[in-house]
């Protein structure tokens, strides 16, 4: 069993930063797949980026070149650097992990924390 949970979002003007983090407990997090989704008000969650447990990373075209997934193993803990924020960022933001093991998925989510972006 792993536990989620999200900090750093907040309100921030456009253009601006914000460092989400995703802290985990429980489970061996070094071993899950770590996502950021965002779901904004009347949206569907989409995926924002993701991280593997050997570092590879993706993103979603609309935030690449502003965003930057990284982890820390040794805290467990998954950071969402967010540059260049665009109103169309604004969203709650969930940390989700996720692995396959002996034929069994195993899917965690956050509670989600919320960006607001605006002037």
């Known amino acids: 069993q792993v536990q989620l949970v999200e900090s750093g979002g907040g309100l921030v003007q456009p253009g601006g930063s914000l460092r989400l983090s995703c802290a985990a407990s429980?489970?061996?997090?070094?071993?899950?797949?770590v996502g950021w989704y965002r779901q904004a008000p009347g949206k569907q969650r989409e995926l924002v980026a993701y991280i593997t447990s050997g570092g590879s990373t993706n993103y979603a075209d609309s935030v690449k070149g502003r965003f930057t997934i990284s982890r820390d193993n040794a805290k467990n803990m998954v950071a969402l650097q967010m540059n260049s924020l665009k109103p169309e960022d604004m969203a709650v933001y969930y940390c989700?992990?996720?692995?396959?093991?002996?034929?069994?998925?195993?899917?965690?989510w956050g509670k989600g924390t919320v960006v607001t972006v605006s002037s």
């Open positions: 989700n992990a996720n692995r396959d093991f002996l034929g069994k998925k195993y899917d965690y």
């Open positions: 429980g489970g061996s997090f070094r071993l899950y797949t």
